[in-house]
């Protein structure tokens, strides 16, 4: 699972100084962010997928900053 890979890319990222942050949605399927668009998508995908969006956003205003 991509998971595993979580701590080999936070040593890696601080190694290089640069930031990095992660969330593991609760429920949510791999591709989340398309399969909640489908109509018969997961209660957990529609909601990984909103807050996901909503996350990105705060990033991107973050980096315009």
């Known amino acids: ?7 080999n890319t936070e040593t890696s990222m601080k190694q290089y100084n ?3 942050t992660y ?4 429920g949510a ?11 018969d998508a ?3 995908n529609k909601e990984a997928r909103e807050k996901a ?9 973050e980096l315009n900053k």
């Open 18 to 20: 640069k930031p990095f």
């Open 1 to 7: 699972r991509i998971n595993a890979t979580i701590p």
């Open 23 to 26: 969330e593991i949605y609760s």
């Open 42 to 44: 997961t209660q957990a």
């Open 29 to 39: 399927w791999h591709a989340f962010m398309r399969n909640a668009l489908n109509p």
């Open 53 to 61: 969006f909503a996350d990105m956003l705060v990033k991107l205003e």
